[in-house]
């Protein structure tokens, strides 16, 4: 792959325009279960966080995140079940390492680690689920866009 | 590729933004070196043959067989060259870890040009220039206009800026090693061995360093980091579970365990292990999967062990690195019609 100058991403649109783009990865035992409950009773979120659905938080390879983020995301979501919850045990134990180790790397390359949230959400929480995702959509567009952080 | 043995194949060899080692490294292949040019027509190696760029410049296009590039592309110079011998050569080599992921040079992408500049010409300890002269791109004097190359705002490697056929990993590559891609490229250019797949990485291995190890490995439960001068290492245990920093289990296999071996941490030298497209990330996923502790200050506290995440994690693949390019608008890895725009 050759990076000219072609190939850059292009200038995000003027403020007035710009929309952020969240990727929310949810573990499917809790947190998309507790997004689809969200969605049966009628809760709106903002539609700017898209939705991907993971068995589990443990299985977030922090290259995941960095990939989104290369292809255009503003921020991610990272939602597993409460701690002691977790449907593998552990796993969301090893997402909250990764991300707290992930977030000092955000912030050495000059990203803002708030782009990067570790949320826990159970089935039951469809208005935390709104909620969270209502919150970070907020916080990204006051951070604005990631080429912004420059 | 069969080669009419009368006329032996062109071999060149480059150095752009490299510290001069992968050179060395070539003659450490030691008497080999002789079948090295029994075999081949060097045909350009600034470090130890006199042509001149004119000479490669007069070539025919394609005339060079295999060019061995190290070394990343960090100003103007270094980018025409790479150019020049991509059109020049059959065969484009990234040649140790410099030119196949950015190695040291690429650290500065973490800072800006300027930052540099100001660095190197006024702000560190060593630098005495009152004057505050700083390099021209042009400057006149009497017998005419001097040029300098143009300083890039960030490196890239080899493959950032020409199409690479195959890439050598190592900082630098291990004689053993390029004894054993040289003699490939013998066997197929003399005995019409079938070439590898475009985009291989030859001289190393497919598994990680710790595989190479020589070092016992427990489950690894970490309460803390140590630095290596902080304590004295068992010699028989695995240094990462003494707690000492090692990118063994991020990086890909093929120097034989070389530091590890003699009770120093793996810095990472050969690269991202086979599938895996970044070295830092995979080593924040190998480390959080060790270290001891569910509780989120604890883990902070851990955490704050590590000296310099970044300038551990890609203290070689900082030219590849996934955020980097993020950061900056540019992919290392994905083309424009992959991206995903609003
Ligand atoms: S982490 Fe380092 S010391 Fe431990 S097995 Fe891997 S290479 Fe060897
Ligand atoms: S042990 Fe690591 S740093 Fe040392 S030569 Fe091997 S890959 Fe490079
Ligand atoms: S299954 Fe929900 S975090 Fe592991």
Redesign the interface.
Known sequence: ???TA?????E??PPDE??P?IVAFLCNWCSYTGADLAGISRIEWDPTVHIVRVMCTGRM???F???A????ADGVIISGCH?GDCHYQEGN??A???V???R???K????DPQRLRLVWVSASEGVEWAKTANEMAREIRSLGP??A?? | MTTDVKTKPKLALYWAASCGGCEIAVLDIKEKILDVDAAFDIVFWPVAVDFKVKDVEAMADGEIDVCLFNGAIRNSDNEYMAGLLRRKAKILVAFGSCAYEGCIPALSNTTTRAATLDWAYRDSPSTDNPDDTRPQEETEVPEGTLHLPAFWETVRTLGQVVDVDYSVPGCPPQAHQIWGVLEAVINILYHGAPLPPKGSILGAGDKTCCDECPRTREEKKISGFVRPHQIIPDPDKCLLDQGILCMGPATRSGCGGLCVSVGVPCRGCYGPPPNSRDQGTKMVAALASVIDSEDPEEIDRILDGIVDPIGTFYRFSMGTATLAGARRGVSAHVSADERVTP
Request: aromatic content about 6%.
């Open positions: 792959m050759v990076t072609e190939n850059r991403v292009p995000a649109a710009w929309q783009r390879d922090p290259t995140v960095a990939k983020l290369e292809l255009g701690p134990y090893k909250l390492r990764r707290h180790l992930l000092r790397l955000l050495d390359f000059g990203i990631m080429r952080d420059a």
